[in-house]
């Protein structure tokens, strides 16, 4: 079977440093008509320079609404390995940490019902089975939930969240992010599996403003830890820094964007009602510095890719809370952010957009937030004010 | 597969505590500090003791028997722990330096480099090409395995300024990092979608599909009797946002497709506040297999912002330093129409002010 | 007046090198430096000598009698030469040093401030008010008056961080330097325009003025047969842009006009670009004759302002160093809802970063 | 006449060390009684919390469009003396220098025809003649024209164009910025006298980027002064500054937006082609630094105040443009604005909301100015391009 592949365009992609992907499905090509059809197909698409699927199509498996992408080969005939082959996105473990017995155990499901193809992961966090038939959907999902993995979101749902390896590996973060994202999937396990939101609602964890799962940019609630307190500070260790030669001048105080550190010999100073907490130094120098004692998180709302509105980061919305199990108060402002988004926003429109539609300072009071500079970079520039305070004829002043 | 077993649903993930290495464990949370040992090759220090990662570079795209070899690394010299970063390396986790070698060789004879650290060029958040999706402009595994094949050495060093993010998108719908990346590498559609009047009174919902335009494009209309769609192709700027809620609307067009290029995006909030990408050529096309003008435009890029910036300087602080005519200037990249905003916020990128360069 | 002169137009105004001193005739173009002699008073010196200049406040609604005033001074002590400056103030030119205490002299016989210059509070620039204006939310005159009685100090000394100009405009129309001034006083109406139905038709226009409405809660109606306009009360903001165009829907509303206080614009391109004001108090009610509420936030401004920005630090710039939220703890100004944008680009003003203050 | 008059509320104006224009009107009030009449109906607004003038009303002097602001009292039985109260705007000459004669002579004329009342200066930069009657517009007009004086302009036309003192008193002039506003005003007399655009069109021209004209934020087209090479270097007056004791350090290098001063010791060393002519070193070194020797404007289109779409400064659409007589390059350039503005332009659509309108890269293209990066703070970020060359079935790639 893998025999007849005539790759000639793709096999280019076999030389250079970079391992590649083409050698890779052919080492899987041998045993997997779908991964061979793929190379075929494939092949066909570098050829022609387009793709040759169709359009999505409604497949799943039983009780649930997404965790599923459906795709049918344009070309059956053709590529009849393809004909079907769907993806199956199975909810990550926090972290995306493994055992090697854990994961083999998905590689044998895989190889017995899919293409033996994957994403580790998808750019949402998922793991990715890349690639099998309808009628294998429903045992995949038996076999997967046997050994103790469950489907990850798609479709106008919650997505699956995802974190940054944290407390478990990393001395910034301010919360335990994956205690945090264990916690959320766990909790809307309903709303992750069947979509019944406007929309997606994507959620990222990241344990210090870093962001190293890039939250800011890539979901609808980004959860980012950060600290109120001052930088804490080992002059000891700075001191070492400073004698290793580390050019402290150009590489830390220079670069601070509130100009708010000083050094007086191998003694450094900082002004911490002016740092904006951005990291850098401490990043620059995690011995001699670190985060501080009051930790919990920011949470900025409405990231998305440009459709529809274009690009957005997230947007704070609250510059600071404690996260600590059973993370009530987050759960009620999730909550309630959901049934607003859920009761006003329209078909396809993301929280980001929603927001700026039905403006933030309505938002804001919908959902039981108080307005705080720390929203904004800062107050508006326009006089357009809706004021809704007024004096009455009747009431001489008193009724503002 | 036995049919008699219990039905679970809703079970979510597995804990992840049950995938932690012991030392990981230990100094869960209190982690005092990192070491970088070597490309590729990180310590973290806690009171518990240190865990050494060796970061290796994956296609993403891996058959089960590129896992298997991953797993077989981890189970000889990691107890079997490994991880997945954000950015789809691998990472093995021991506890004992003396195997950070021995992972790196077996590494190496896969021929699978270690890196990735630091101020490298990391591993390319990419999508799904013309490998798994509908809407694909350009393949995404293949950019990537020739971008990275010309910048390897930028991953198992650490010689940039400071960390460099690449990512791919196969269509405006940018699944992955595209709008915040050092360098992205978008496809994109050039001409407006090709409506198929037979099928789409069937398959599409004419309100949502009209809706759907960024720009107003899409009117109702009628023919024979069904109704159906027509796009106003002056409006159309091809981001098949319409292809995505009715399949009779497909952009596709091999003569026309290819890629755009952008810069200056980044995510942290270390010293500048998060960035979104912009445009840096319009269009290269699509040449299969190995796109040399899109190899060519990013390495010109990775040069000459290697040559150029201070440390620790990211590619977008860069050039907020040195002006986008000088990033022009030194890339020798046309400065054209198309730079020009035209979307809802246009009128906040014309300079406003006299502070310039010429 | 004779009727047999010739009827001229389109001569435009005389030509200004019959105004210029000689000195600054001989100097033109090729000016060498300025020195600050004492707050009010700059020399200018070129290769054919030095030109003193005497500042002197102005209220700018000025009679002819104050006008003559002035000449007389110019007359005496400048070979008749003087000038207007870009913010209303008259400026004397002489070439003579010892003139300069001579002018200022005959200025503080007239009770009329020297200053302005460099560090100083300027002069306001501003509009008409009730003296003059159909559209008028507060007086302007009369503003300026009460808030320079409290701030003249400022514009006769130059100990403030750097230059800082105020504004007062009576109407959202801001016929002058609101919008870009360090403090700003802005005339506010807060209650939809009320619509006269019996004359509205007659003279208005339905079109424009259903298309003045930037946030278009005008839809034209009809009323016993005619059209007119109806207004979404809920989608109004008050701007008054539909009163400009039709005089059948005016806004003033006694009970509710008062003014707003913005901070932080700024005009020139030294050190960091042009800057928009921005919201400080969203509305102080109007208590003529001297706006005890408006003074007193006003000051707080300056006074707060002298007291923490550095040397040469714009209003605007401090802020931006400082934070806005340290800014409202500052003055003790409430943050409201109001302060947050909803108009066209309010997405951009969002904090879509963690870079904050705590 | 002016012995009847109650104004108390007004009078507290009289108090304090501003100088008052209450006491100013009064003491004219004595021989006009439209000043006593305006002072009385302006008391009335003090008490009422309100304005007392009808809304505008067409008036002028023959075969002018512009230049009269008709104001009628509404309260015309009360106050008589205002019952009209027009203002006749007379432009200024370039710089708004004067001679006392010149001056005397105006006020003559006023104080025959009018109020006694003037603004010294309106905002756009005219002398406003503040109220007088319909019928003495035109006798104003004539003894005005007589001395050598004419309008300004109002309504949709170009308005007055003003500058600053430049060339005639300042070290910073990059142009003469007096020749050119005189040489603008009498080039396009008809289109300032009558208004045929779409709306207002206002000039404003500063020598410097200091620009003490506020062009930037209040003129449709802002023609600001620049200069292209390096910033010219005096050592010796810098080593001056240095010994005087001033902070070289904090005042100048640490400001400089684009760090690109150093100094060593008494000497000072620019970055030039790093630095973005922001006048901050010049201003405080006047006699150490001046603007370099290649010098011009930019120029900056559409800045207004908010009415209707938000406030907005101008944009630079050409960087930078010597400006010698005849100006043929800027007549050629306004005139080919003007020309697409009003052919696509909407009525009451300023330059600035226009070009946004229509677009950047358009509105370039119909104006004849190459796209060039100085335009843009950056490169768009988001992906709608509107690409319009492509490939055709046929053409075989080579169309593009
Ligand atoms: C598999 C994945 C790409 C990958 O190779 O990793 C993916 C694949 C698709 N995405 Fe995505 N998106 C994936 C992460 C993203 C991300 C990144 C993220 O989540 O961090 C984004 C940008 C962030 C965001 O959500 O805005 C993203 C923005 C979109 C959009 C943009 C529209 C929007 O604003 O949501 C669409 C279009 C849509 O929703 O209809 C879309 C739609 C799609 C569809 C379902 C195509 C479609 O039009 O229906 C793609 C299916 C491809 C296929 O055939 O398998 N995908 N998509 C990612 C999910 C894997 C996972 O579960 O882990
Ligand atoms: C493993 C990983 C988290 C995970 O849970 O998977 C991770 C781990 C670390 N990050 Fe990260 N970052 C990881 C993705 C990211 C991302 C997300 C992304 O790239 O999509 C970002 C935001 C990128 C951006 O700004 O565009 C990110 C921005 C940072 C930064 C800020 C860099 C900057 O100056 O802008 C630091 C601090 C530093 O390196 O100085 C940092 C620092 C670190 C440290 C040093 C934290 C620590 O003490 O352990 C870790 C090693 C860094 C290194 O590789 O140089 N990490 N880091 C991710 C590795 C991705 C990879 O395989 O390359
Ligand atoms: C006379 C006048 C021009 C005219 O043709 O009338 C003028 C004259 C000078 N300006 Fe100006 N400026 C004048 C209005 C302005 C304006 C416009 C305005 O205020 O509406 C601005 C922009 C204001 C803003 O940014 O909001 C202005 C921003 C400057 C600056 C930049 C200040 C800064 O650091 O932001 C300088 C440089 C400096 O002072 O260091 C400057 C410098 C100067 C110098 C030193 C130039 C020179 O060498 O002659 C002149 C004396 C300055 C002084 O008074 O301290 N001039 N100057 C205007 C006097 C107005 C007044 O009566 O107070
Ligand atoms: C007299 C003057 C104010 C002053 O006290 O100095 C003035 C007075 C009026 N302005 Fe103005 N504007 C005056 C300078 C300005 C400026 C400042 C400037 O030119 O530098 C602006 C802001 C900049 C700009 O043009 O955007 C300005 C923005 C407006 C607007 C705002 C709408 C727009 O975007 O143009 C209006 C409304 C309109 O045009 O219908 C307006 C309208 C008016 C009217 C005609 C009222 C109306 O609705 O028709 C005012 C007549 C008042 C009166 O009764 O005398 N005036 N107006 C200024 C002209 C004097 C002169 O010729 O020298
Ligand atoms: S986001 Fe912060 S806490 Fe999380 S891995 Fe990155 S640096 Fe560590
Ligand atoms: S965290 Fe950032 S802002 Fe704070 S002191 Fe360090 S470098 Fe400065
Ligand atoms: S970017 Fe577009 S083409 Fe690529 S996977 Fe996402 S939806 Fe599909
Ligand atoms: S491709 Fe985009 S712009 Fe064109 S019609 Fe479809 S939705 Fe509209
Ligand atoms: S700001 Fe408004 S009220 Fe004041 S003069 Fe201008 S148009 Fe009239
Ligand atoms: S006042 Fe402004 S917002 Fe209100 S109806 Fe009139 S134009 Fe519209
Ligand atoms: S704008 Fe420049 S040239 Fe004109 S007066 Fe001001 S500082 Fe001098
Ligand atoms: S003009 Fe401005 S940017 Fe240029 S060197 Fe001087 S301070 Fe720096």
Sequence with gaps: ?400 | MATDVERKTDIGPPHYEQFLHPVMKANYGKWLYHDSIAPGVLSHTGPEGTIYTVRAASPRLASTNFIRNMTKIATDFCDGYLRFTSRNNVEFLTDKEENVDKIKAALAELKIPVGGTNNAISNVVHTQGWVHCHSAATDASGLVKVVMDELADYFTSENLPAKTRLAVACCLNMCGAVHASDIAILGVHRTPPVIDHSTLPNLCEIPTTVASCPNNAIKPTSIEGKTTVKVDEDKCMYCGNCFTVCPSMPLSDPLNDGVSIWVGGKISNARTEPMFTKLAVPYLPNNPPRWPEVTDAVKKIVDVYAANARPFERLGEWIDRISWARFFELTGFEFTKYHLDDFRWAGTTYKRSLQNRY
Tied chains: 1, 4.
């Design chain 1, 1 to 400: 079977m893998a025999d007849d592949l005539k790759i000639p365009l793709l096999e280019e992609l076999e030389k250079g440093p970079w391992p590649s992907f083409v050698t890779d499905i052919k080492s899987v090509a041998g045993k997997s008509e779908m991964a061979a059809d793929l190379l075929r197909q494939l092949e066909k698409s570098y050829e022609d320079k387009r793709g040759y699927w169709k359009h999505g199509g409604l497949v799943g498996v039983r009780g649930y609404g997404g965790g599923v992408i459906g795709r049918y080969s344009a070309l059956p005939e053709e590529f009849p390995g393809v004909s079907h082959f769907h993806t199956v996105r199975v909810n990550q473990p926090s972290g995306w940490v493994y055992t090697a017995d854990a994961l083999n155990g998905i590689m044998d499901i895989w190889d017995e019902h899919g293409s033996g193809l994957t994403n580790m992961h998808g750019s949402t966090g998922d793991m990715v089975l890349l690639g099998t038939r309808t009628e294998e959907l429903e045992p995949t999902f038996l076999a997967l939930t046997q050994k103790g993995w469950d489907l990850g979101g798609s479709g106008s749902d919650m997505r699956t969240p995802s974190c940054c390896i944290g407390p478990a590996r990393c001395e910034y973060a301010c919360f335990d992010t994956l205690a945090l994202t264990y916690n959320l999937t766990q909790e809307y396990q309903d709303e992750l599996h069947r979509p019944m939101f406007n929309y997606k609602f994507k959620i990222k964890v990241s344990g210090c403003p870093n962001d190293c799962t890039a939250a800011i940019a890539r979901s609808d609630m980004a959860i980012i830890g950060i600290w109120k307190d001052d930088i804490k500070v080992n002059q000891e260790e700075f001191a070492k820094y400073v004698d290793s030669g580390m050019d402290v001048q150009g590489i830390v105080v220079d670069m601070c964007p509130t100009s708010c550190i000083s050094v007086d010999g191998k003694t450094i100073d900082i002004d911490d009602s002016n740092c904006v907490k951005c990291m850098h130094c401490i990043n620059k120098m995690p011995k001699a510095l670190a985060v501080g004692d009051e930790k919990g998180a920011a949470i900025a709302l409405g990231a998305k890719a440009p459709i529809v509105d274009g690009a957005l980061f997230g947007s704070i919305m609250v510059p600071f809370i404690e996260l600590e199990e059973p993370y009530e108060e987050l759960h009620d402002l999730i909550e309630r952010i959901w049934e607003f988004w859920d009761e006003h926003g329209k078909a396809r429109e993301r929280i980001g957009e929603f927001i700026e539609r039905v403006t933030l300072a309505r938002f804001c009071e919908e959902v039981g937030l108080d307005p705080i500079p720390q929203m904004v970079t800062h107050p508006r520039e326009n006089p357009y004010i809706f004021y809704e305070e007024y004096f009455a004829e009747e009431g001489e002043g008193s009724e503002e």
